[in-house]
């Protein structure tokens, strides 16, 4: 029985480090104005992002990877565009990605009811290739999960992107175009956003706030 014992406490030790190996950091943007989850706290350079007139953008990378999948957010600097929502510069980051390989899933997609395109590629070696941009006050954010053809989809990834504003409130919509705020918003939002768990919970859709 002490035998059987010990060798159930090994099993939920190994149980309970595979889950805490497993579980996500959420990262706060500051500079670029976003929160999401990452595999790993991500590490950071400046890029050029050509944009749809062909000229150089200064951007960030945001990037971390896991059992051989790479996930990365590309934040592009936009803040001599007026539009809050500016859909040349996603729809140009899509049309760079159709290049990259068999384009199998092509849509408009929304994040918090912000306009963007998704796309599925199957690249040249195999590997498969998520890409999500959308564009919001000035950034574009390209998020690009390259994954093994064996991975899941990397919705964990797509899905958490949250766009905030220069207080640190998330950015939400309601379908009439109209900006709403959760009281869960603005409860992250104090002092500046600090995301230690699920960055994704909320407790009300009714605007509370204009």
């Given amino acids: 029985m002490r035998f059987a014992g010990l060798i159930f406490g090994l099993f939920a030790l190994t ?13 706060f ?47 592009v600097n936009y803040d001599d565009v ?7 510069a996603y729809e140009h980051a899509a049309a760079v990605y159709r290049e990259m390989g068999k384009v199998t899933f092509d849509n408009h997609a929304q994040t918090d009811r912000i306009d963007g395109h998704q796309l599925q590629i199957t690249l040249p070696d195999g590997r ?8 919001h006050s000035g950034r574009l954010y390209i998020l690009d999960a390259n994954v093994s053809a064996r991975s899941a989809p990397p ?3 797509q899905q958490n992107l949250q766009i905030v504003d220069k207080e640190g409130v998330r950015v939400r919509y309601t379908n009439e175009g109209e900006r709403m705020i ?10 500046g956003p600090i995301l230690d768990g699920p960055i994704f919970e909320g407790n009300a859709d009714t605007p509370i706030a204009q």
């Fill in 15 to 27: 149980i309970l480090h595979a889950a805490h190996a497993q579980a996500w950091t959420s990262f």
């Fill in 155 to 157: 919705g964990q990834f």
């Fill in 182 to 191: 959760r009281t869960d918003d603005l409860q992250d939002a104090l002092g």
């Fill in 128 to 135: 498969r290739l998520y890409l999500a941009a959308h564009y």
């Fill in 29 to 75: 943007g500051t500079d670029d104005r976003f929160a999401i989850g990452f595999p790993a706290v991500p590490t950071i350079e400046e890029i050029d992002w050509i944009d749809e007139n062909g000229e150089p953008r200064t951007a960030r990378r945001y990037s971390a990877e896991r059992a051989g999948n790479t996930y990365t957010l590309i934040a």
């Fill in 82 to 88: 007026d539009e809050d929502i500016y859909h040349p």
